[in-house]
Each structure stands twice: as C-alpha cells, then as structure tokens.
C-alpha cells in the first residue's frame, strides 16, 4: 500500500503563488508517477498535472491541464521523494481542494480512473 499526504494549501489573493506537496509513503518502490487533481465545491473532480520518472508517454513525461499551462510547475525532488506543483498567478477560479494520487502508468496519463492511492486533498482558496 502507498500512502500519499499533501500540505502547502492555503488562502492566497488573486496573482499570489503557492506550493504544494505530495510525499508518499509505503510501498514507494513501486510508484513512478504521480499526479494533481482537484475538485471544486460542485463540480467534477479534474485533472491538472503529471509526473513520471520512469518512461515515458507518448507526449513525454509531464502533462498539464490547458487551464493551468504556464501558471503551473510539477516537479520532483528525488532525494526527498516529493512531488511539488509551484502554482503561480492563481486566479479565484483555481480555489478547490486539490488532490495528489499515483498513476498506474498502464493507462491516459490525464484520466482519474488510471490513478489510486488518493491522499486527503490540501484546500487553495484564492480571493479576488
């Protein structure tokens, strides 16, 4: 079983930044790639961006969401075995609770049904 937590949520103003984190733990041997959904209050669940440090996609190794293309960073730190996504220029719109969970690299690297092991969610509220 991997376990993942995520932290750096907060309240912000619109044009701030924030980073959050997902450190899994577990059976980490066997993750190689994480990624970030959110959810705002009523509305689907999305995705917003993924990592993978072993292999490839088709379209590589990173893929973001349209919605937060240039504004959003996913990152690894391999020492800390941490995924960070570096949020800048947040608009209210990107208010949600924002989740990280593990793909199974066997699938679409942006579908949530290709993804387990969800953690809590962190909550990012942006106030105009």
């Known amino acids: 079983q991997v376990q993942l937590v995520e932290s750096g949520g907060g309240l912000v103003q619109a044009g701030g930044s924030l980073r959050l984190s997902c450190a899994p733990s577990?059976?980490?041997?066997?993750?190689?790639?994480l990624g970030w959904f959110r959810q705002a209050p009523g509305k689907e669940r999305e995705f917003v961006a993924v990592?993978?440090?072993?292999?490839?996609?088709?379209?590589?190794?990173?893929y973001y969401a349209d919605s937060v293309k240039g504004r959003f960073t996913i990152s690894r730190d391999n020492p800390k075995n941490t995924v960070y996504l570096q949020m800048n220029s947040l608009k209210p719109e990107d208010t949600a609770v924002y989740y990280c969970a593990v793909h199974n690299l066997r699938g679409d690297p942006t579908a949530a049904a290709d993804f387990g092991s969800w953690g809590q969610g962190t909550l990012v509220t942006v106030s105009s």
């Open positions: 990592i993978r440090w072993s292999g490839s996609w088709s379209g590589g190794r990173i």
């Open positions: 577990g059976r980490t041997f066997s993750v190689y790639a």
